[in-house]
């Protein structure tokens, strides 16, 4: 059995920050460490911000790039989403998304809520 558990929303005035962390827990020995962050704002669908591959590698989408930091903790099986200069726009709820690879994630939480207003 596989849970993912996000943490770290919020509300925040636009320029603020937040720091949204990825915990998964199992009941076998896989470290999931391929892991992504998703955001899906009112009325839109679910969108790929940040990704981590199983080697550490990230990428971001065009939306988030230079203002978002995807980083992991291999010891405590976490990966976080520091999240600067935001902005209304980014209001939504946060996924993390985690699996064996990055073509193969396919464990969900059940999101956190980012607020983003003055």
């Known amino acids: 059995q596989v849970r993912v558990v996000e943490s770290g929303g919020g509300v925040v005035q636009p320029g603020g920050s937040l720091r949204l962390s990825c915990v998964v827990s199992?009941?076998?020995?896989?470290?999931?460490?391929?892991r992504a962050w998703y955001r899906q704002a009112p009325g839109k669908e679910r969108e790929l911000l940040a990704a981590?591959?199983?080697?550490?590698?990230?990428s971001y989408s065009d939306s988030v790039k230079d203002r978002f930091t995807i980083t992991r903790d291999t010891a405590k099986m976490t990966v976080d989403l520091q999240m600067n200069s935001l902005k209304p726009e980014d209001t939504g709820i946060y996924y993390c998304?985690?699996?064996?690879?990055?073509?193969?994630?396919?464990?969900w939480g059940q999101g956190t809520q980012v607020t983003v207003s003055s």
């Open positions: 199992t009941t076998n020995n896989f470290n999931y460490m391929a």
């Open positions: 998304n985690a699996g064996p690879a990055a073509a193969d994630r396919p464990y």
């Open positions: 981590i591959t199983s080697g550490g590698r990230p």
